[in-house]
């Protein structure tokens, strides 16, 4: 676009001149000697020449600069990757992965959040990220209106690093997280609802402009415009004003260079103004965005389901079992979190309860203790159980088994872990209802990268019970075939086989239901989002059922973007029953669902959009050389402009 636009404007010139006269045979100079419309240029003089070939030879070192510049720091990045990756041990391939992958996308997020919030409403399109920062710094007095909104944003996301460091370290030395470590903790975390913001105002303008603008208002080739002035090129001859250097001039032409400077920088402004509306916008988005998804964080809903449970005895009919997953007790979760908890499932006043994995999340110490201990508070009927998830496993499975089943309070309390064990629930020893509750330990245990971790094994849940202070017994004869069978499995994985098992309900949690959008798109694996899910596997006794839970808390930033968190209540009930009373169980999609079925169609569109700007850096490389052949022509008639008589 650049060259066309240089080609059609010399062309112009050129037209100018033919249509001035101002090109004459060599014997008419003395006869317009004395038009002052036109000038006259001497040549030039020895020093002249002597500073054009400086300029020249300086011009060059920078052009070979430029070429060479990006394969250099290509080059410097991939070999210091590599020489880090020799110090990683074990951890190589997740380095590699954060190192290759990870931070760059981290980069270039990071410029298009700047590009949207400052660089379009406040700057040129020439400026960028790098250059205006170091202006911030080597500048003093920085000149505020150029750059005070990127130090501002800047500082927003220095802080938002500083908030999620010192979460994720000193947070787990607190029984409650600071202030200023919710705040700036949160703040991480909406920075992808900012993003989300910007991609929205994105897309909606573009479809303005191109159903809208070109399509009905007639102005063609609208959304293409604004898409290659701010997404496709950050080169400095985009939108710049033509500019022709020469002393050959008239009257007609010098009004029409002054003409398109006008109109370009009007263009600008009306491109600002534009710009900062759609700031505006997303403003106001990222704002309503954020305080839904911190209220949907710190709000748990009680969500209450009625489900059919394949060979459930009529005794056991209305069964009230309290689940809650995903308390994750660290950084952002302290003690009042647990009291919550413990205080709305005893409240619910279940039969039982089950905790699916992922309460703790933090190595086992005196200030884990303080923060569990209201755990010890639960009670129902038939008991409360657990089982563990990938984040025990993780932060030392061996000190949460010895504070769970040994230490006081736990001892004595009516909490009990299962782990590749069961438990049978009888409804207050009611007579002929016998339900079995399995605990399988979390699928992460199979990696072996944990220490004392252990492999879910069904085989030896259905033939081990839990015995007196935390001991495990052998029951020889695998649970009957007969009883109905609820798993408590934290990742919702192997539904399919558990149900061809036998299994009638599984519980899980573990997904956050994607927790903050567009995260939802790494939850494709799993056999369930959130909700109630069917699986029928064509067994006599009817479909079995999975549920995930969105969990109490969650990991990471208290913000939930397009997920809920949750406690339920399952009222299980024989399938008989349901249908004798018109009764069908919930199997309506999420939001969370809905969102990651979104984002797998919408996030592949949005990577190949932005691959585009990377290949046209490729075709600008490979063009440079015919930019400077351009650039020798474009001098060379400017030389030949210089000898013409006039």
């Not at 240089?6 to 037209?15: K, R």
């Not at 380095?95 to 931070?103: D, E, K, Q, S």
């Not at 003409?259 to 106001?284: F, G, M, P, Y």
């Not at 995930?548 to 913000?559: A, C, D, K, M, T």
Request: proline share 6%.
């Amino acid at each position: 676009q650049g060259f066309a636009h240089n080609l059609i404007y010399n062309t112009t010139f050129i037209q100018a001149v033919q249509r001035d006269r101002l090109y004459q045979p060599s014997n008419s100079m003395e006869q317009h000697s004395d038009d002052k419309d036109i000038a006259t240029t001497p040549p030039p003089t020895e020093d002249q020449e002597s500073t054009g070939s400086i300029t020249s030879s300086s011009e060059s070192k920078k052009k070979t600069w430029r070429s060479y510049k990006n394969p250099i720091e290509a080059f410097l990045y991939i070999t210091l990757g590599a020489g880090l990756s020799f110090g990683a041990g074990d951890n190589a391939l997740p380095f590699l992965i954060t190192y290759f992958v990870g931070i760059p996308l981290i980069c270039l997020l990071l410029r298009y959040i700047w590009l949207r919030l400052c660089r379009d409403p406040f700057l040129s399109q020439r400026d960028t990220l790098s250059g205006v920062t170091w202006e911030i710094i080597t500048t003093c007095p920085p000149n505020l209106q150029r750059t005070f909104p990127t130090f501002l944003y800047w500082a927003f996301v220095v802080l938002c690093l500083v908030g999620s460091g010192l979460g994720m370290s000193i947070g787990n030395n607190m029984v409650e997280p600071s202030f200023f470590i919710k705040l700036t903790y949160n703040g991480f975390g909406s920075l992808l609802v900012l993003i989300c913001s910007i991609w929205a105002m994105d897309a909606l303008y573009l479809a303005y402009l191109f159903l809208v603008a070109d399509k009905l208002q007639g102005r063609k080739g609208a959304a293409q415009d604004w898409w290659y002035r701010n997404i496709l090129s950050n080169n400095e001859t985009v939108n710049e004003p033509p500019s022709v250097d020469t002393t050959v001039q008239s009257g007609d032409f010098e009004e029409e260079t002054v003409d398109d400077n006008k109109a370009h920088d009007t263009k600008q402004a009306e491109n600002r103004r534009s710009a900062r509306v759609r700031l505006a916008i997303i403003l106001v988005l990222y704002i309503w965005w954020t305080t839904w998804s911190y209220n949907a964080g710190h709000n748990p809903n009680t969500l209450e389901l009625s489900i059919p449970v394949p060979r459930l005895p009529p005794q056991c009919d209305g069964y009230r079992l309290a689940m809650a997953s995903d308390l994750h007790v660290g950084s952002m979760a302290g003690i009042k979190d647990a009291e919550w908890m413990v205080e709305k499932l005893n409240g619910l006043e279940p039969d039982a309860i089950a905790l699916v994995g992922d309460i703790g999340d933090q190595p086992v110490n005196n200030v884990i203790r303080d923060k569990m201990r209201p755990l010890a508070s639960l009670k129902a009927p038939d008991g409360v159980f657990m089982t563990f998830g990938n984040h025990e496993n993780s932060n030392g499975i061996a000190g949460f088994r010895k504070l769970l089943r040994e230490e006081s309070p736990f001892a004595e309390s009516s909490l009990t872990i299962l782990e590749n064990e069961h438990a049978i629930l009888t409804k207050e020893n009611t007579d002929g209802c016998s339900i079995a509750l399995i605990g399988m330990a979390d699928w992460s245990g199979k990696a072996g990268i944990y220490s004392d971790a252990v492999a879910p094994d069904y085989e030896k849940a259905i033939r081990s019970q839990h015995g007196p202070n935390g001991s495990t017994i052998d029951a020889g004869e695998p649970v009957s075939s007969d009883l109905p069978m609820i798993m408590m499995q934290h990742q919702p994985h192997g539904m399919k086989q558990a149900a061809t098992d036998g299994i009638g309900l599984q519980l899980s949690g573990h997904t956050h239901g994607g927790q903050i959008f567009p995260q939802h798109i790494t939850l494709l694996g799993y056999d369930g989002i959130s909700g109630l899910a069917e699986f029928d596997v064509g067994s006599e006794h009817g479909p079995s059922y999975l549920f995930v839970s969105e969990g109490v808390v969650g990991w990471g930033p208290r913000l939930r973007f397009l997920s809920q968190t949750d406690i339920a209540l399952l009222t299980l009930r024989t399938p008989e029953a349901m249908k004798e009373e018109g009764l069908v169980p919930d199997l309506s999609a999420s939001v969370a669902t809905i969102a990651m079925y979104f984002a797998i169609v919408i996030l592949p569109i949005s990577v190949l959009m932005c691959l585009v700007p990377f290949c046209c850096w490729l075709r600008k490389s490979s063009c440079s050389d015919d930019e400077e052949d351009f650039d020798d022509l474009t001098l060379k008639v400017k030389e030949e402009l210089q000898d013409i008589d006039l």
